[in-house]
């Protein structure tokens, strides 16, 4: 008969040789005993493990735990969990345990059968690799120790790297909502409620996450002994569901009717907008058909028009757009191509044009108006530009003297050449100028008139080519110069010889080439401008004094016609004093009709220093003091003394008058008789005739005076 020591040592043989790790634990979790297989894993002999505790194997393990984990494989005799288990060498490991409670030598202990399980199972990392890619992670809750088990992926979603973190006591601070969290889990291990809910959090890396939390209580024997659950992380899909939330708000605030039709005709989509502006009701737009909306369209028509939205993607086109009721308003519709799901569709955003077509229509009918108008304008204008050149701007003449320096202007007039007017003040240079322009091909563009003696010197490139803003202190915005605006037209330059010399290099640059520089500018600026000159000075003596550049002379006395006083003209006395008269008469509200014999015979011994000007001025402060129909000699008149005694000591005969009066052509003239600028040409005389009456006159170039 064998001995129990037989027994036992067989027992003992048989629990180092079988292929699992064994190990045998205390109430106090003291190791009692460890096979063969367990001693090799761990690293550790067997009489070195019989000196240690559960808690040198499981370092995580704490002793309350410990406690709790006793009772429940005491109370359920078999109990299967995961856990770590640490070798001699610090090296953790996963481990499968089956513990089952037995008492040996009346002394109660757990034995436990482990196997490891990290990295050794296929089906682990094809549930690893699935729970990545879906971004799932599972997690057990063990309600008798409070341990808890978690999938790698599942501590990834957190960004924590121990399970303990995932513990419900620990994970409720990254939840946004902790309160709605913890109601769900105390749910869950109180009233053994599942839950399936989406709550958000912000991870251990401070990143804000949407999570699918879902939780399914485990009870034994009617009471709750386990939480399993999942995290699935759906931030993606929680910020698409956000986004077409946000966008669908967006499409239904917007004013335009936006469909979304089905290659079939059927409605896929639509904004608020359409139930508003079409009259139909949520419903009826549910079911509509693109057929429905519109008799126009059929489907043959649909389906044109549908290849059509596939190959060009998007383009414009304008419709009528009906409501429920039939009315109809034209729309600009955009069509756009969307493939979506595997599906064809036309995206169609229908805006409402009414107000654009009748703008439209307003604005042919004043386009209409305008035209109608300009045709009239143009007749009248027409009409005024012939009377402005029967009239020349009102220039009375009477006298041969004056009526040849009009016939100048009328051979000057119809070409682009730049002419100098000269003569003294009041002489009538601006109406000259004027006569020029609008006897000119330029006369449908401006005449722009600027006075070089009024404009202040450090003003006067500024005012003739403009600027640019900020260009100097002062210059607040652009500003076009005078030779800009007269453009295509004509600029007349009074008193020219007042233009500072430093400026007479741009203003000689603008005669020859037609260009000049804005001041500030980057750009050349080209014009094409007629340029009229006047001035009462004597410019060759300014040329001789450099005062006035002689390039600048030669440039703009290409057409020299001097403008007589009014005492080499005496015969448009009598004229100009009446068309004076009419005009002021009418003016004050006056009844004058004409001027007496007697006060012209007075004008005419006056030898008028300030020209047509002072009779202009005197009739008007006649018309002031005098009345009745007709003027009289009075208090108005000037003192005629002086200027009568002049003229009693100098009469003169014909002959003596013509001899002074060529005298001072050929003085003025420096001599030259024939050619450009001679006394020939401002006498209006051929060169043959005029050396003929010099010569019976008994002039000769040595009596002329040459300045």
């Not at 100098?420 to 722009?448: F, M, P, Y």
Request: hydrophobic share 40%.
């Amino acid at each position: 008969m064998l001995s129990p020591t037989f027994f036992l040592e067989v027992k003992q043989w048989q629990l180092d040789h079988i292929p699992f790790e064994v190990m045998w634990m205390s109430r106090e979790g003291d190791i009692e005993y460890v096979n063969h297989a367990l001693s090799k894993r761990l690293g550790f002999t067997q009489q070195e493990l019989q000196g240690l505790s559960i808690f040198d194997v499981n370092p995580r393990l704490v002793r309350s735990e410990w406690d709790a984990h006793w009772r429940e494989v005491e109370e359920e005799k078999t109990v299967n969990f995961k856990t770590i288990h640490q070798n001699k060498d610090g090296f953790m490991y996963d481990v499968e345990v089956a513990a089952q409670f037995f008492s040996n030598d009346r002394k109660d202990l757990i034995c436990a059968i482990v196997n490891e399980i990290t990295n050794s199972s296929f089906y682990k990392r094809v549930l690893d690799t699935t729970e990545a890619l879906v971004q799932v992670g599972g997690w057990k809750l063990n309600l008798q120790d409070d341990s808890i088990i978690a999938t790698e992926q599942a501590m990834k979603i957190f960004e924590v790297q121990d399970a303990q973190e995932l513990r419900p006591v620990n994970v409720v601070k990254y939840f946004s909502n902790p309160t709605r969290f913890q109601e769900l889990i105390t749910s869950a291990m109180v009233r053994s409620e599942p839950f399936d809910e989406v709550l958000g959090i912000r991870d251990a890396n401070g990143v804000d996450k949407w999570l699918r939390c879902s939780g399914l209580p485990i009870e034994i024997k009617g009471k709750v002994k386990k939480v399993m659950g999942v995290y699935q992380d759906i931030t993606a899909q929680q910020n698409n569901i956000l986004s077409l939330g946000l966008f669908k708000e967006i499409l239904n605030s917007s004013e335009d009717i936006i469909f979304v039709w089905k290659e079939s005709g059927d409605l896929m989509d639509f904004s608020e907008s359409a139930i508003h502006q079409l009259g139909f009701s949520e419903e009826e737009l549910e079911r509509v058909r693109i057929f429905d909306l519109d008799d126009v369209i059929d489907e043959l028509w649909w389906k044109n028009h549908f290849e059509d939205i596939k190959q060009r993607k998007n383009f414009r086109m304008e419709w009528k757009a009906t409501r429920k009721d039939g009315s109809q308003f034209p729309v600009d519709i955009s069509v756009n191509h969307i493939f979506y799901k595997g599906q064809d569709l036309n995206c169609a955003i229908l805006r409402d044009i009414s107000e654009r077509k009748q703008h439209e229509q307003d604005l042919r009918n004043a386009f209409d108006e305008i035209k109608s108008l300009k045709d009239q304008l143009e007749i009248e204008n027409e009409y005024l530009q012939e009377e402005l050149r029967i009239n020349q701007d009102d220039i009375v003449c009477k006298s041969e003297s004056y009526a040849r320096v009009l016939k100048l202007v009328e051979q000057v007039a119809p070409t682009n050449t730049t002419v100098l007017i000269t003569g003294e003040s009041g002489t009538g240079k601006e109406l000259l100028a004027k006569a020029l322009h609008q006897n000119s091909q330029r006369n449908d563009h401006s005449l722009v008139k600027v006075n070089c003696a009024t404009l202040p010197k450090d003003l006067f490139e500024s005012e003739l080519f403009g600027h640019k803003k900020g260009s100097f202190t002062g210059a607040i915005s652009d500003k076009e110069g005078k030779f800009k605006v007269a453009d295509g037209g004509t600029i007349f330059l009074d008193e020219i010889g007042e233009i500072p010399v430093e400026m007479q290099a741009k203003l000689l640059r603008v005669l020859q080439e037609g260009e000049f520089d804005m001041i500030g500018g980057r750009n050349t600026i080209k014009v094409d401008v007629r340029v009229i000159a006047a001035t009462n000075r004597n410019l060759e003596e300014m040329v001789k004094e450099g005062t006035f550049r002689e390039d600048l002379y030669y440039r703009l006395n290409v057409f020299p016609i001097h403008n007589i006083p009014l005492r080499e003209r005496m015969e448009d006395i009598a004229p100009l004093a009446n068309h004076f008269l009419m005009k002021y008469s009418t003016k004050a509200g006056k009844s004058f009709k004409r001027v007496s014999k007697k006060t012209i015979d007075a004008l005419m011994k006056y030898r008028f220093p300030g020209n047509i000007r002072e009779l202009e001025n005197l009739i008007e402060r006649a018309v002031v003091i005098e009345s009745g129909a007709t003027l009289y000699p009075g208090n108005w008149m000037p003192d005629f003394s002086e200027e009568m005694q002049h003229a009693n000591d100098d009469f003169k005969s014909m002959e003596a008058m013509q001899r002074d009066y060529i005298l001072k052509v050929l003085e003025r003239t420096n001599g030259k008789v024939s050619g450009p600028g001679g006394a020939a040409s401002i006498l209006v005389m051929n060169d043959k005739t005029l050396f003929a009456r010099m010569k019976k006159l008994g002039i000769e170039k040595k009596t002329v005076h040459v300045k």
